[in-house]
């Protein structure tokens, strides 16, 4: 068992990987450093605008309140040129190809849009790190609206964690487990934060329409019948349907709902999509909960040993699962990438 969770990375996630299956006490001792709140995020509470530049002055990265500062959307401008948006005065010839410099009226935006911001810039090695901020009054302004906004989307976030964990308390540990596995292997499969959200929300929302299932049904222990088992296959599209009235959620969150227990070779529900065709919120999602509902004990079965699960996914590789996510997750996610060799693992009893 010590074997594959020997550098097991989902350091943040201990508590729920623990659930998965026991760590072995030094693991934790050791990863626990680690979850300290790391620089992104303190630099991301910054009240001034952070950027970093190439040595051809394109935007590589963004941070603090970038937004609120300059009005412009980070995914409209990054990979772009800064001076295409921020204009420097004729007293700053080179601008900011000057090695380091401050102006105290420079603007930042587009068009009529732009506002007037004090740009401070270093330039080390081939990149450029610089701050922009607005003067007094509208700075203020722009950090309480950036705080605004970012409890607002915090309540959200937390809201539907809520609302997938509703169920029942086996169903609500399942479901922070699961979104933790689906937000990862979107991470490493390169999803941008937009395409992550929406894995993670269709992760904690994937059995909203169990609600609409009776609970003699859901709860039954043995086989279901055929008429119990049609009323079942029914709960991706009831969930789709339910969360049609929340008009902010993004399409790829619902799709990832509707479509959860698609199957890679066509044999799924409830639209019988296959390969490509199944949205790729959908497949991943599928990835993390089969994966934790192996792991997690149930009323019917005992928790598989994570290399027993892996080797299941390995098998359904191309039928039931996409082949190419089913090896990231395995190889990048929960550093099981030995089960493609020779070594045989270990089978579920
Ligand atoms: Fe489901
Ligand atoms: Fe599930």
């Excluded at 540990?173 to 937009?194: C, F, N, S």
Aim: hydrophobic letters at 40%; glycine letters at 10%; aromatic letters at 8%.
């Amino acid at each position: 068992m010590s074997g594959p969770f020997r550098r097991f990375p989902f350091h943040d996630y201990l508590e729920t990987a623990e659930q998965v299956a026991p760590l072995p006490r030094p693991l934790i001792e050791e990863a626990a450093p680690e979850t300290a709140p790391d620089d992104a995020e303190l630099l991301a509470c910054q009240p001034s605008a952070l950027f970093l530049l190439d040595k051809a002055g394109m935007l590589v990265r963004l941070g603090g309140n970038w937004q609120g500062v300059t009005g412009l959307l980070p995914e409209h401008v990054l990979g772009r040129p800064l001076h295409q948006f921020l204009k420097l005065p004729a007293s700053h010839p080179r601008g900011l190809y000057a090695e380091s410099g401050v102006c105290e009226e420079a603007s930042i935006g587009r068009g009529g849009l732009s506002r007037r911001v004090r740009v401070v810039w270093q330039r080390r090695g081939e990149r450029t790190a610089g701050t922009l901020e607005l003067p007094g009054q509208a700075a203020r302004e722009a950090y309480e609206r950036s705080e605004r906004l970012r409890r607002a989307e915090e309540a959200l976030e937390q809201t539907i964690a809520c609302l997938g964990t509703t169920l029942d308390a086996v169903q609500g540990q399942h479901v922070i487990r699961m979104v933790a596995y689906a937000t990862r292997l979107g991470e490493v499969y390169g999803l941008d934060e937009h395409e992550l959200r929406s894995v993670r929300w269709g992760a904690a929302l994937h059995d909203v329409g169990k609600a609409r299932v009776p609970s003699d049904i859901l709860g039954k222990r043995g086989p279901l019948s055929a008429e119990e088992f049609d009323v079942v296959v029914q709960h991706p599209v009831w969930g789709a349907e339910i969360l049609e009235r929340l008009e902010f959620l993004p399409d790829a969150a619902r799709q990832a709902v509707l479509h959860h227990h698609e199957r890679w070779d066509g044999q799924g529900y409830p639209a019988g999509l296959n390969q490509e065709r199944i949205p790729v919120s959908a497949r991943i999602v599928m990835i993390a909960d089969v994966f934790d509902a192996l792991t997690s004990d149930r009323s019917y079965k005992h928790a598989w040993t994570p290399a027993a699960a892996g080797e299941f996914l390995i098998r359904e590789s191309g039928r039931a699962f996409d082949p190419a996510l089913v090896r990231l997750f395995l190889e990048q996610v929960l550093d099981l990438g030995y089960l493609y060799g020779d070594d045989p693992a270990e089978q579920p009893g």
